[in-house]
DNA sequence: GCCCATCTATACCGCACGTTACGAATGTGT
DNA sequence: ACACATTCGTAACGTGCGGTATAGATGGGC
């Protein structure tokens, strides 16, 4: 059987530039054709490969988390619960204020929406959910290694932790600088665990 | 001279709507239609009494500002570091987590955007700088009222708190309870002020 | 060398967006 | 009661959106 005329561009350089869109301008705020000049194809090939704005900005999603977003996923994996939260912290510091796009993608990807967009922003919220969820298992596995002061609450951590990286990513939105983030999470280490 | 035929409805009222529906659905996601119902108005009504949508998103700031974000400015008078803190805190959780539209305008309105909203999303940003400002110009004032250790940095701890209180507005808008984003201010509030 | 599945490019679709002309309706000032 | 400034609702404008039909270009398989 015949294979066609095979493609003329990389299916993986071309999610990559979709990526860097979607993380500038969020979901909505990415129109076609900011995607297909970035990614360097036409609509019909983005259409053939990709599916849909919808599909292309859901595996751009599990992209991000498998490479700017893999050091949350790293940080589970310390030994104890305060090298996770040092390294979660540092490297998030770091993470987001790549200049070209500062900021998380989870985070400013569709916060709020229009209603066609109400999916995805269900998805994120998801996805946000699912990271402090991790997070809070993380904790409750110190909790039984001693590695935590036994009054702690795990969950109370997991989402005092998210919520500090969920408000640097907006601080890096605003602008921040990678020495102000690390500046917070400094803070936050030196009273880290809680009495 | 002749006054004209006068408006039917209360600029405050409907102004009041597209207030929260622009904090539901953000700068972009909010459409004409969806303000013009929610206020109860046509279109030409609307264009007459506020301009265009840009302006009208400014005057819903300034009502938010004024109305559900007012707690901020209240805190701000507080006679003591801690107090100012405390205040704060729990009042964003509880302001947070209004059952209707839960969040931040000011976060939500337009984290991230396409390039029609550019000016608004600057405009947010530098909301957003201001009020952090102020949170460190009244630690500076604590600092010299000797209210804040000696070595403190005004600076990184405005910086800190106001990263979570943005973190907590991305988990109100991700669902977050009141007793949850409570939780998060009582821990802020236990390592108060740092070693 | 031919076939044909597949990709590429142009051009277009219907729709929703923010915005505005226009004429009818309405209450005030004289 | 008349004139007029202003608001009202309808209906439309131009533009850009996400998505697609269609026709031509391309190269692998036999």
Redesign the interface.
């Known amino acids: 059987m015949a294979m066609g005329r095979p493609r003329e561009f990389s299916c993986e350089k071309a999610l990559d530039q979709a990526l860097q869109v979607f993380w ?3 979901y ?4 076609m054709a900011d995607l297909t000049e970035a990614m360097g194809i036409t609509k019909p090939s983005l259409y053939a490969a990709f599916g849909n704005k919808e599909e292309l900005f859901r595996k751009a999603l599990d992209r991000y988390a498998d490479g700017p977003g893999g050091y949350y996923r790293e940080a589970l994996n310390k030994p104890t619960a305060r090298e996770v939260v040092t390294h979660v912290l540092y490297q998030a510091a770091e993470a987001l204020t790549h200049p070209d796009n500062p ?1 998380c993608l989870a ?3 569709a ?4 209603d066609a ?1 109400e999916t995805i922003k269900q998805e994120l ?1 998801a996805r ?2 699912k990271s402090e969820t991790e997070l809070r298992e993380r904790f409750e596995r110190a909790l039984a290694e001693n590695d935590l002061p036994a009054g702690a ?1 795990a969950a ?2 997991a ?2 932790i ?10 890096a ?4 600088t990678h020495a ?1 983030l690390r ?2 999470a400094e ?2 280490l ?2 880290w665990p ?2």
């Not at 909505?28 to 129109?31: Q, V």
């Not at 916060?111 to 229009?114: A, D, F, Q």
């Not at 500090?164 to 601080?171: D, F, P, R, S």
């Open positions: 500038r301008k969020g909505e705020g990415a129109s900021g985070v400013q990807g916060l709020s929406c229009g967009a919220m946000r959910a609450d109370d951590l989402r005092y998210t919520a500090l990286l969920q408000g640097m990513a907006v601080q939105a605003g602008g921040a102000q500046g917070i803070m936050t030196r009273n809680p009495a």
